[in-house]
């Protein structure tokens, strides 16, 4: 066992039953060293209740909570410090900012026992580190839903915590705005090196922030480590699910080439086959193998002289735009969900009741228990 | 001292003394986890349905000589507490207890939670949120309290009737004089001070509910926008 405590560290061990149902428990060990790590699993997984949990808002039935050597938190001992004391920052969902205060008096808020002139000083600093220093007259209700993310991210950074917890901070702010936000986290926190926890469910995020991910579900810490790691061998169907697998298909295995380390698996009660990468199995298992809906190359005549292993033939039965995407079904005895650009929509004349092929990678499939 | 003067002077005692410990009490029940928190709120609510008599009944009894507040009263300060100010006072602030106190639970329990979790983490202990956040936020609730508690006991009849009697400049208010008139067949002076009363209440309505307008214009609720 290691024996050197990381000064900066969050340890923590939570058990918490939910009041509401009693068949939830959050039941976690997780440490964060120093560095935005991503909190990730579906709704309902108890993302926030572990956050609320860490700062001080609810308290765990069992565990310990430290920072490096500080006890925020020991049932055993007793000790329970109250979330006023505990230095941890946490920036909510609604984000909470005070709205009868400007933005200058909401990120004064937190500084309340240093000079005059020290808290002059900070909270010029952090207002420029986040941009916002045009809007300290504004209210919230005056301001931009991102104007408002960088006020409460500004007004949580400025009282100089010990451990930073985002609960989906940057929720419905287009990709750019959301990018140079994450931007100015990164650069702050390249000084003060404090661990940050960042909660979402969306795939995009965990790609552009994480160093680590925790994912979590049903109360249970699943997986964890680099985002490819964990995201994209999803062993977990729910998990699955949540990160955006949305072709999520049972079948049997019927086929195995362990030189190779691949197998064939029937797909549900088609006739259809695809191969796979090799995992325990035996002939006549049944698997359940995730795809995702980008991951898959669509023809409108058969393709020869690719490496892809897979190409099977089927028909589109319907044909949806989303934004900037179109969103296939495609029937080959079992339903696939095929992501392809609009361009593609028009370049294929792509259209309902089309003959296609659908060509997969072998390592794009993935199995899930 | 003219009996609508002496009315005016209970209503601002008593408004300023239900805006003193109504507040408290109105945390507490608004954010108390406590099972038993029923028991205290039917408390607060009884003098809404109970007859003036019925209170004023009970209030006289326990400031009579021999009850206990009278008596401790005589102890403390060598005279009783029915039929003086003081008692009507007290008893005052009984019967209008409920209408300071239910509007300021009301405004304490329409702050987002959030708000209140946002200033613990951010350091600020319970006082302090108290007096930065919950109070500024439920400034009208509190608006609301003064008014409604000052308009309730400026009109009130059974209670002083029955715990002040009647003694002019002592505890003969201006709903007491009114009756008094029309037993007397003094009709015109009672209309004067009934009109006077009913101008009073109508005034001090329309304040309360331009406050709690003004709460509603799009500056004070961001967070119901999504």
Redesign the interface.
């Known amino acids: 066992m290691d024996l050197k405590v990381n000064p900066t560290a969050l340890v923590a061990s939570i058990r918490k039953e939910r009041c509401e149902s009693a068949s939830f428990v959050l039941d976690v060990f997780v440490e964060l060293p120093p560095g935005i790590s991503i909190l990730f699993g579906p709704s309902g997984a108890g993302k926030s209740t572990l956050l609320d949990c860490i ?3 609810v308290r765990p039935d069992a565990g310990k909570i430290t920072i490096g050597e500080h006890v925020l938190f020991d049932s055993a001992m007793r000790e329970d410090v ?9 920036v ?1 969902q ?1 984000l ?5 205060l400007t933005v200058a008096q909401n990120i004064e ?2 500084l ?2 240093i000079p005059e002139r020290k808290r002059r000083t900070q909270v010029k600093e952090i207002l420029a580190a986040f941009r916002v220093e045009r809007l300290r007259n504004q ?4 301001i931009s839903g991102g104007e408002r993310q960088r006020t409460a991210l500004a ?2 950074l400025v ?1 100089e915590p010990r451990v930073l917890l985002l609960d989906e901070p940057l929720t419905g702010l287009d990709a750019g705005l959301k990018a140079a936000i994450v931007e100015d986290l990164r650069a702050w926190n390249a000084a003060k090196c404090i661990p940050i926890l960042y909660v979402t469910h969306n795939r995009e995020e965990v790609d552009a922030l994480g160093e680590r991910v925790i994912a979590i579900d049903n109360g249970r810490v699943v997986s964890h480590g680099t985002p490819m790691d964990v995201l994209d061998a999803p062993r977990r169907k729910r998990l699955a699910q949540a990160v955006g697998f949305e072709n999520l298909l049972d079948a049997a295995v019927v086929g195995i080439r362990e030189p190779d380390g691949v197998m064939r698996v029937r797909l549900g009660e088609s006739r259809c086959e695809i191969e796979v990468p090799l995992v325990h199995a035996n002939i006549g298992d049944h698997v359940q193998v995730a795809i995702r809906a980008g991951d898959i190359l669509l023809a409108s005549e058969h393709p020869h002289g690719l490496s892809a292993r897979n190409v099977i033939d089927g028909r589109i039965t319907s044909l949806e735009r989303r934004g900037t995407m179109c969103v296939a079904r495609v029937d080959c005895g079992v339903t696939f969900v095929v992501h392809v650009t609009p361009g593609a929509v028009r370049a294929l004349d792509l259209a309902a009741n089309k003959p296609v092929w659908l060509v997969l990678k072998t390592h794009s499939c993935h199995l899930v228990d | 001292m003219s009996s609508l003067a002496l009315s005016f002077e209970l209503a601002v005692c008593v408004a300023a003394i239900l805006l003193l410990i109504g507040t408290p009490i109105a945390y507490w029940l608004a954010y108390s986890n406590w099972q038993g928190k029923f028991l205290l709120e039917s408390i607060v609510a009884l003098p809404l349905v109970l007859p003036p008599t019925v209170l004023g009944f009970y209030a006289l009894l326990a400031m009579g000589p021999h009850g206990p507040l009278g008596k401790l009263w005589i102890a403390l300060f060598g005279h009783g507490l029915a039929f003086t100010f003081t008692g009507l006072v007290l008893a005052s602030v009984v019967y209008s207890f409920p209408f300071a106190v239910q509007p300021l639970i009301a405004s304490f329990e329409g702050i ?1 939670r ?2 209140l ?9 319970k006082w ?1 949120t108290f007096r ?2 919950i109070l ?2 439920s400034l009208p609730g509190a608006v609301t309290a003064l008014v409604l508690s000052f308009a309730h006991t400026l009109g009130e009849f059974g209670v002083v009737l029955m715990v002040g009697g009647n003694l002019a400049g002592v505890t003969r208010t201006a709903s007491i004089d009114i009756y008094d008139r029309v037993q007397t067949l003094e009709y015109g002076e009672a209309n004067h001070l009934a009109m006077l009363l009913l101008i009073t209440a109508f005034a001090v309505l329309c304040l309360v509910y331009a406050v709690n307008r003004r709460v509603w214009t ?6 119901t926008s999504k």
Do not use: E
């Open positions: 700062s001080g808002l109250p979330p006023q004391k505990r230095r941890i920052a946490y909510f609604t909470a900012l005070f709205p009868h808020y937190g309340n026992d209210k919230p209700a005056q007004r949580s009282t | 987002d959030k708000l979790d946002a200033s613990a983490v951010l350091g600020a202990g302090r930065r956040v500024p936020l799009p500056a004070w609720t961001p967070w």
